[in-house]
C-alpha cells in the first residue's frame, strides 16, 4: 500500500523557517518524481515545487522561488521541502504527492501558519 | 504561466441528474489535463488523468473528454457521495489547478 507521510509543519512567525518532510512507503520511490503542493485555508490548491527521481531537476512556482527548497532522499525515501523568508500567504496546508500522471497518492497533509 | 480556469464556479444539482463541470486553458497542454474531487478535511483524489482516462477505482459514471484548450468532466448520475468540489489540472508545463467547482445539492 503507498503511504505519504508528512511531518514538520506548525506555527512560525514571519520571516522564519520550516522544514518539511515527507516520508514515503509502498513504492519504489528512487524512481518517482515528487511534487509539494499546498491548500490555504478555504482555497484552490497550488503546485508549490516538484524534483526528478534522482534530484537533478527541480522547479518551483514564481512566488516561492529563492525562498524554497526542495529536495530528497532516496535512501530514507523521504521527500523534503525548507521553507526560509515565510510570510503570512504560504499558511497552508502542505502535501506531498507522489508525481506522474496527474497526482494519484497524496499524504494527508501538514499545516503550516505563519503569523506574529 | 498557463491559467486553468474552471465553470461554474458551483453547479446545484440533484442525485441522479447528470453534471458537466468545464475546464479552459490559456493555451494549449495537449492531453495532460487531470482531473480531482476534494470534500472538506481530506487530500484529493485523482479521477482522471490523461484527459479522459479513468483512475484506478474510480467508477465509470466519471468520464472525461476533450484537448488542446477545452476540457469536461460528466458525472453521468449524481451520486450523495460525488457532493463535493473538482479541481482540473494540466501537467504539461509546470503544473496549475483551476480555481475549482463546488457540485453542491
Known amino acids: 500500500e503507498v503511504q505519504l507521510v508528512e511531518s514538520g509543519g506548525g506555527l512560525v512567525q514571519p520571516g522564519g523557517s520550516l522544514r518539511l518532510s515527507c516520508a514515503a512507503s509502498?513504492?519504489?520511490?528512487?524512481?518517482?518524481?515528487m511534487s509539494w503542493v499546498r491548500q490555504a485555508p478555504g482555497k484552490g490548491l497550488e503546485w508549490v515545487a516538484n524534483i526528478k527521481q534522482d534530484g537533478s531537476e527541480k522547479y518551483y512556482v514564481d512566488s516561492v522561488k529563492g525562498r524554497f527548497t526542495i529536495s530528497r532522499d532516496n535512501a530514507k525515501n523521504s521527500l523534503y521541502l525548507q521553507m526560509n523568508s515565510l510570510r503570512a500567504e504560504d499558511t497552508a496546508v502542505y502535501y506531498c504527492?507522489?508525481?506522474?500522471?496527474?497526482?494519484?497518492?497524496w499524504g494527508q497533509g501538514t499545516l503550516v501558519a505563519v503569523s506574529s | 504561466e498557463i491559467v486553468m480556469t474552471q465553470s461554474p464556479a458551483t453547479l446545484s444539482v440533484s442525485p441522479g441528474e447528470r453534471a458537466t463541470l468545464s475546464c479552459r486553458a490559456s493555451q494549449s497542454v495537449s492531453s495532460k489535463l487531470a482531473w480531482y474531487q476534494q470534500k472538506p478535511g481530506q487530500a484529493p483524489r485523482l479521477l482522471i488523468y490523461g484527459a479522459s482516462t479513468r483512475a484506478t477505482g474510480i467508477p465509470a459514471r466519471f468520464s472525461g473528454s476533450g484537448s488542446g484548450t477545452e476540457f469536461t468532466l460528466t458525472i453521468s448520475s449524481l451520486q450523495s457521495e460525488d457532493f463535493a468540489i473538482y479541481y482540473c489540472q494540466q501537467y504539461n508545463h509546470w503544473k496549475t489547478f483551476g480555481q475549482g467547482t463546488k457540485v453542491e445539492i
Open positions: 509502498g513504492f519504489t520511490f528512487r524512481n518517482q518524481w
Open positions: 504527492a507522489r508525481d506522474s500522471d496527474g497526482y494519484e497518492y
